[in-house]
């Protein structure tokens, strides 16, 4: 926006711009109070000389009455001035007039010649702000979004930039002033210019306002300028500090589609890349501009945000396990503002993940086993089984409130989950097997689902790995948590063998916990008593055994419980709902197997809080992910980057959702993709100023 100072307003009302005349009417007030208070006091001390006045000179007397008529006029008349104001801006951002010159006052306050750019200083910023705040004034307003692009723009040349701005930042400190002065009170004029009605317990949009054709302009170049910052901005406290304050700007980008979508891909990649801080402050921005704006931003946070954790999860170790448990939460929070939404995605991500688990079966060839044999596809997988069970949990206020929705979901789930575990039978993939269990453990605890897993576990003492000889080894016990695939120099070792059966030892006690109270407990263990008297009888391998006896034992007292209560019962095992209602009104540290599980259970989670902390202080302070499949993790003070070729588990997912062995094309689908559109906007698109 060309500013020529020659130019000056034909208008003559220009000669005392409305300050000043504000400034002048105040003043002519209090001398007519003045005046009113002078001649009181000649009535109560002369009433002979008031009474002449009366008779002689009652203009004098009444000077001034209609005052209070001239300020209703003269706040109509600043009205209209505002609006004026507005109609100007239009004009303005469409390039068909130049900025007036309204700052002369303050150049002449600040001895400022109008040669170049004006420079903010604390006084003008104290004055836009009373104004902002007191008078909600479009024109200071603009003032302060003018000095906000200029420290937007500060540094590019000509060539970047055409525009002559009308202000400057002098100092750092003077630029971040700006900054905090429009993020925090711009919204507030916003929101005073266009009120809207909140209709059935919804809030439509600012751009139903009756004003909010004069106002957008500025609006709109208003959130341009912060998406530029956002961008720009290197310092994590001011970054950290503008997304919060774009929180309160989240309904306005959603009238914005374009802008809405740019800021949504920039949080999406603020989310994975940056310090904690920074990731939690982007994720709420995120979450606030999808509740503002269900739809659309609802579907394309919720699709954005699960391409972006596939991407990034990739590489599962040490450094990465904090970030990708906080996404996984993150991602649970947005499918709970809309449970509908995440049956739709959740129906489209599970095909695709059934896709890649059939060609695998089918083809039977390394690189389709790399494709599921993966962290990309265990912790999709993972994903999927936390959202289930959060919202499908029995009894629970969240499945009340919509989670039912989502319960047809889990078989698919469960049987690609029990797919993936016997894909390749093999000991070095014993840590995978266990991923699965432990999924499959989770749901049927939340979501009382019984699920036959304790015949899969029961395969591994068949394998050669459990009943051969284990060679002596000095190697450290593999951390199963962190391992898809048992390096080499593990296979055949004492400290795996022991390992694997310590880890099956846990999740059968944690699998059959989860019926510990039930009527049936006594035959359902039958098979696992069998199993484990079968395998001591054969095993030389006296740590093993000792688990399994502890095992054992806990088994059998708890079934030896549940068939003393059950004798007692009076009811035939075709009355369901008494049969579901049994022992559930009995303290639950009364089973044998439940206290041990609780008390192995607290192990493992300070073992997991361990694991999280090791992860917190081994996590890189950035981490870039902008596509590239690289790295730069801080390891031994060093800058050391690590590559997905170099992990064989993390071998390239395609996360598509279209399947090309599927006929049938679902429209659904494309309209929830995440398009990059760099086309116009729609009718009434206003031009970039």
């Not at 790295?631 to 395609?654: I, M, P, Y």
Request: proline share 4%; net charge negative.
């Amino acid at each position: 926006m060309a500013h020529d100072n020659s130019e000056l307003d034909e208008d003559s009302d220009n000669d005392q711009d409305p300050p000043a005349k504000k400034a002048t009417k105040k003043h002519l007030r209090g001398e007519i109070a003045e005046h009113k208070k002078q001649l009181e006091e000649v009535m109560r001390k002369d009433p002979v000389f008031y009474k002449f006045l009366m008779q002689n000179d009652k203009d004098l007397l009444n000077f001034g009455d209609g005052d209070e008529e001239e300020e209703e006029e003269d706040e109509d008349e600043d009205e209209e001035m505002e609006e004026e104001e507005v109609e100007d801006l239009q004009k303005i951002m469409k390039g068909e007039q130049s900025i007036p010159d309204v700052d002369n006052e303050q150049d002449e306050e600040e001895g400022v010649s109008n040669g170049g750019p004006i420079p903010v200083t604390n006084a003008m910023l104290a004055t836009w702000k009373k104004a902002l705040i007191e008078q909600h004034s479009l024109r200071s307003a603009k003032k302060v979004f003018l000095a906000f692009r200029a420290v937007a723009h500060e540094g590019e040349t000509e060539s970047d930039d055409q525009e002559v701005q009308q202000y400057v930042a002098g100092s750092e400190k003077i630029a971040n002033a700006i900054t905090i002065l429009a993020m925090k009170h711009m919204v507030g004029v916003f929101d005073h210019h266009l009120p809207v009605k909140v209709n059935k317990g919804k809030t439509p949009l600012p751009s139903t306002s009756a004003k909010w054709k004069k106002v957008s302009p500025l609006v709109k170049s208003f959130i341009k300028t912060v998406l530029v910052v956002l961008h720009q901005v290197s310092d994590e406290g001011m970054l950290r500090f503008v997304m919060r304050e774009s929180e309160k700007l989240a309904v306005y980008f959603g009238c914005f589609p374009k802008q809405a979508k740019e800021l949504l891909k920039h949080l999406l990649k603020l989310w994975t890349s940056t310090t904690p801080e920074t990731r939690i402050t982007s994720f709420l921005t995120m979450r606030r501009l999808a509740i503002a704006c269900p739809n659309p931003y609802l579907d394309y946070a919720i699709k954005g945000a699960y391409q972006t954790f596939a991407s990034s999860s990739r590489t599962t170790n040490l450094h990465t396990w904090s970030s990708i448990s906080f996404m996984l939460n993150c991602f649970v929070e947005l499918v709970g503002i809309d449970v509908a939404s995440g049956y739709r995605f959740g129906f489209v991500y599970l095909r695709s993940l059934a896709s890649g688990l059939r060609n695998a079966i089918t083809m039977k060839s390394k690189e389709s086993f790399k494709q599921v044999y993966n962290w990309q596809f265990i912790n999709s997988l993972r994903l999927w089984t936390r959202v289930l069970c959060n919202f499908c949990e029995s009894g629970s206020s969240a499945e009340s409130a919509g989670g039912k929705t989502l319960r047809p979901l889990i078989y698919p789930l469960v049987q690609i989950i029990i797919g993936t575990m016997r894909l390749k039978p093999s000991s070095k993939y014993f840590p995978l097997r266990f991923q699965c269990a432990r999924m499959l453990i989770d749901l049927c605890k939340k979501t009382n689902v019984f699920i036959p897993l304790a015949s899969h576990l029961f395969e591994l003492f068949d394998t050669a790995e459990l009943r051969g000889h284990a060679k002596p080894s000095t190697l450290k016990p593999l951390n199963f948590v962190l391992t898809l695939k048992a390096p080499a120099q593990y296979l055949g070792t004492r400290p795996y063998q022991n390992g694997v059966v310590e880890e099956v030892v846990a999740l059968l006690m944690e699998y059959y916990d989860c019926f510990a109270l039930s009527i049936g407990f006594p035959e359902l263990v039958v098979p696992a008593v069998v199993q484990f008297r079968r395998w001591m009888k054969k095993s030389k391998n006296v740590s093993a055994n000792k688990q399994i006896q502890g095992l054992l034992e806990s088994l059998e007292q708890n079934a030896k419980f549940v068939e003393g209560k059950r004798a007692q019962v009076d009811f035939a095992p075709k009355d369901e709902a008494k049969v579901t209602a049994f022992l559930m009104e009995v303290n639950e540290t009364l089973a044998p197997l439940r206290r041990h599980a609780i008390a192995r259970r607290k192990m493992r989670e300070a073992q997991m809080a361990d694991l999280q902390k090791q992860s917190d202080a081994a996590a890189p302070d950035v981490i870039v992910d902008d596509g590239r499949k690289s790295s730069k993790v801080k390891k031994g003070g060093k800058a050391v980057v690590q590559s997905d070729s170099e992990d064989e588990e993390g071998t390239g997912f395609d996360m598509s959702d279209d399947d090309e062995d599927d006929e049938e094309e679902d429209e659904s689908e494309e309209e929830l993709e995440f398009e990059d559109e760099d086309e116009e906007e729609e009718e009434g698109e206003e031009e970039e100023e």
